[in-house]
């Protein structure tokens, strides 16, 4: 059972580009989460969604950040414009509906902007 | 929302001695508690968690004890060994709420051979 997969691993973009990155859960999980992560901070929760729902987009900027997570396919975080500051770990994470509190991180991608 | 905190930033261990770190909260409606490990460059694993009926919890060498008056938990960890270096990261989720996840900043682990 393969784990949470998310790509790329490293993603260089100059300023003003998009980034998105992409997380496919863990088989059979149905719940999805993405976290960002600066050197020597904590995991900040940015969004969740289930299947073609967000569920809490609280913690994600309210522009040029979006995510979704279709019936088909990874979900997606997308980052348009990409500023300095987008710089991070980002990792998304996944969870079953029996046991949704138990949260399992994918490897992550470093987003590096230019 | 939750704030959770975690001390200290940093600790250091002779192997084999015990490491304890300590993770308050601030929403007494919480009532799960996660521990997770992060090595350099991986990712933050699930190590051990722990239900708010539940007042302490043990797997081998991890071990985790709830004080929900004093709205703390704390992560043991016995017989330390190098591998157990990395850095820990707590975590508390409400209840009733929208299963988010709310973590510390964590503390890094250093075993010292």
């Known amino acids: 059972n393969a784990g949470v997969m998310q790509n790329p691993r490293h993603l260089v973009r100059r300023r003003g580009q998009e980034a998105r990155l992409r997380c496919s859960p863990m088989?059979?999980?149905?719940?999805v989460y993405w976290y960002r992560q600066l050197p020597e901070e904590g995991l900040k929760f940015m969004v969740y969604?289930?299947?073609?729902?967000?569920?809490?987009e609280s913690g994600m900027p309210k522009e040029r950040f979006s995510a979704e997570f279709p019936k088909e396919g990874p979900s997606i975080l997308r980052i348009q414009q990409v500023v300095r500051g987008d710089s991070a770990a980002y990792f998304c994470?996944?969870?079953?509906?029996?046991?949704?509190?138990?949260?399992?991180f994918g490897s992550g991608t470093q987003l590096s902007v230019l | 929302g939750e704030n959770v905190e975690q001390h200290p930033s940093t600790l250091s261990v002779q192997e084999g001695d015990s490491a304890v770190i300590k993770c308050t909260y601030s929403?007494?409606?919480?009532?799960?508690f996660p521990w997770y490990k992060q090595e350099l460059g991986k990712r933050p694993q699930l190590i051990i968690d722990?239900?708010?009926?539940?007042g302490e919890k043990k797997d081998q060498r991890i071990a985790v004890t709830l004080n929900k008056t004093a709205k703390h938990f704390s992560l043991h960890i016995t017989e330390t060994q190098p591998e157990d270096s990395a850095v820990y990261f707590c975590?508390?989720?409400?209840?009733?709420?929208?299963?988010?996840?709310?973590f510390g900043k964590g503390n890094q682990v250093v075993v010292i051979p």
């Open positions: 969604l289930q299947k073609e729902n967000i569920i809490d």
């Open positions: 722990i239900r708010s009926n539940v």
């Open positions: 975590a508390a989720r409400r209840r009733l709420g929208n299963n988010r996840l709310a």
């Open positions: 929403d007494s409606a919480s009532n799960y």
């Open positions: 088989k059979g999980h149905s719940h």
């Open positions: 994470a996944s969870s079953s509906r029996i046991e949704h509190e138990k949260l399992f």
